[in-house]
């Protein structure tokens, strides 16, 4: 198989926030501020993923927990196939129409052709872990 040169990672600014998935948010935020010291500085729900997410902050780095709210959601099979842990690792970028182009270009499998509303009002859309060596990559791009 041939490796080719990726220019993606060019248009990546800095990790945006890691997911977690997880069965109980409020048992895993009790966790994170209890036993690692970290506040919880948001929870919210994004239907239309059928998840509910509370933010952490480390740093610059932002914690995401995902609690699914439908057996059927992604975060549900995710743990059902995998068991609690990392889910994805998201980037910001500052454009990510281009982003996403420039990936697809680079034969990145895309899950989201276009972006969509995600958590604290980002746009995002997610790449392929087949090609992304295994791990799901959120892209997310702060509107304008």
Not at 107 to 135: C, M, W, Y
Request: net charge negative; proline share 3%; hydrophobic share 40%.
């Amino acid at each position: 198989m041939e490796v080719r040169e990726l220019n993606i990672f060019m248009i990546l600014k800095s990790v945006e926030h890691i997911g977690i998935a997880v069965k109980n948010l409020e048992t895993s935020i009790r966790f994170y501020e209890d036993a690692l010291g970290l506040k919880c500085y948001k929870i919210e729900e994004v239907e239309d993923q059928k998840v509910k997410t509370a933010f952490l902050k480390l740093g610059d780095t932002k914690i995401e927990l995902l609690e699914s709210t439908s057996p059927d959601g992604p975060i549900a099979k995710h743990i059902e196939k995998r068991g609690e842990g990392v889910h994805h690792i998201a980037y910001a970028v500052d454009d990510l129409r281009a982003a996403l182009r420039e990936a697809e270009s680079n034969g990145i499998q895309l899950i989201d052709r276009e972006p969509r509303k995600g958590a604290e009002g980002l746009n995002i859309a997610f790449l392929h872990p087949k090609s992304t060596q295994g791990v799901l990559i959120e892209l997310c791009e702060k509107p304008a």
